[in-house]
């Protein structure tokens, strides 16, 4: 059977929508978002009229006519731990969203835009694995400071449809393979993927893994309280440059890599000791995962670093990672709107019935 699906994206800095008819793209946008215009708004939640706008225009512009849907499928945003899977909206994950209790990021949007949407264009209103899908090992989880756990917030849409595709690609079923993928965006999170599952994790959003266009990585923990304890920060700006003031965007002024890239060839040695410590730091961290995917028990090698997410299009960062990493594993570049194909066939899926729908319980 096939089906009229609508897919909305809202990450850190874009909303992407894709209408699917019949399994195809029919409609697809990538609305840019400054860092001036989301500046403007005092919290992500205040940000819903114009992503709501945002969306709608994008359909005005299309030939969407009177198509009915039968879902819409948000990002789905920061709620309680959870495997992966297809979710129903209901009210219990809207109001986790709307009060932020598990944190605060655009695609907390997601759930609430998809809920509106089908509420005027019809279809079951639906999230698909989302950011705090959780499947690390026990081994993963505890930290040098037994009060301190490490818990799984990432790319999950993404990384699961790279690794899919990348999986296709070489020939390999997913579920049977190793991975390590890395999503390069406005946010970066790399995860070791074990036969399906994500055993291991740079958590995106509470400071682990590489810099990334707009946010710090992993910091120096003595460094960091240093500059608290000089006054240089309190915590909420602290907080503030770590998830959206700190990488490029500190080093360089900007969060868009292309401008990085056209500096570079402009001849500025600055940006290009950036770019290389940029590129450096997510070599590091995607090998740090090796030891979760080969054991003595498991000794076989990772089938692939799949690389993806915006900057998987710059092709001077893929050069230079695949010119640290591929002497150690094939390199499988996936582009294109996987994380909208991924919530499209997800939720096809789930209407016919081949995976389960399963109840958010918070
Ligand atoms: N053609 C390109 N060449 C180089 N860099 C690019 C290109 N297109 C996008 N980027 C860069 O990719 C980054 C944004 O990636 P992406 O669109 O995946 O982010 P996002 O969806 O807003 O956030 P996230 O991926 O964390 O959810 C920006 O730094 C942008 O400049
Ligand atoms: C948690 C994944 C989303 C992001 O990094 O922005």
Redesign the pocket.
């Known amino acids: 059977m096939q089906h009229a699906i609508l897919t909305i ?1 809202p ?4 909303t ?1 929508v894709v209408l699917f008819q019949d399994g195809k793209p029919i409609l697809s946008r ?1 609305e840019q978002h400054p860092k001036m215009q989301l500046a403007a708004f005092a919290d992500v939640w205040s940000q819903y009229a114009m992503r709501l706008d945002t969306v709608l225009k994008a359909l005005a512009e299309s030939a969407f006519g009177d198509l009915r849907l039968d879902a819409v499928v948000g990002r789905g945003g920061l709620l309680a731990p959870l495997p992966g899977g297809v979710y129903d909206i209901n009210e219990q994950m809207i109001d986790d969203l709307r009060n932020q209790r598990y944190g605060e990021h655009p695609c907390n949007l997601g759930a609430p835009l998809a809920l509106e949407l089908a509420s005027r264009f019809g279809g079951r209103a639906l999230v698909v694995d989302p950011v705090v899908t959780d499947e690390l090992s026990a081994e993963a989880r505890p930290t040098g400071l037994p009060q301190v756990h490490r818990r799984s917030a990432f ?1 999950a849409l ?1 990384q699961r449809g790279a690794a899919r595709e990348a999986a296709r690609r070489r020939g390999l079923k997913y579920e049977a393979g190793k991975f390590i993928v890395a ?1 390069l ?3 970066i999170s790399i995860g070791a993927h074990l036969r399906g599952r994500v055993v291991e994790v740079t958590n ?1 959003l509470d400071g682990e893994g590489p810099m990334t ?1 707009e946010r710090t990585g992993a910091l120096p923990v003595m460094e960091v309280l240093r500059l608290l304890e000089n006054g240089d920060y309190d915590v909420p700006g602290l907080r503030r440059a770590v998830l959206r003031g700190g990488g490029i965007l500190a080093h360089l002024g900007t ?4 401008v990085v ?1 056209s500096r570079i060839r402009e001849g500025d040695r600055h940006a290009q000791d950036v770019f290389h410590a940029f590129a450096y730091n997510i070599a590091r961290h995607a090998t740090s995962l090796l030891p979760a995917l080969i054991t003595s028990t498991d000794p076989l090698p990772v089938d692939a670093l799949v690389i993806t ?3 998987a ?2 092709t001077v960062l893929v050069a230079e990672l695949a010119a640290r990493l591929s002497p150690i594993m094939p390199i499988e570049t996936i582009l294109g709107m996987t994380e909208a194909h991924v919530m499209a066939s997800s939720a096809s899926d789930a209407l016919q019935g081949t995976i389960q729908i399963q109840v958010y319980q918070g």
């Open positions: 994206n990450g850190s800095t874009s992407k990538d790319h993404s999503h965006g406005g946010g995106a266009p969060n868009d890599f292309r890239e997410g915006g900057l299009k710059s």
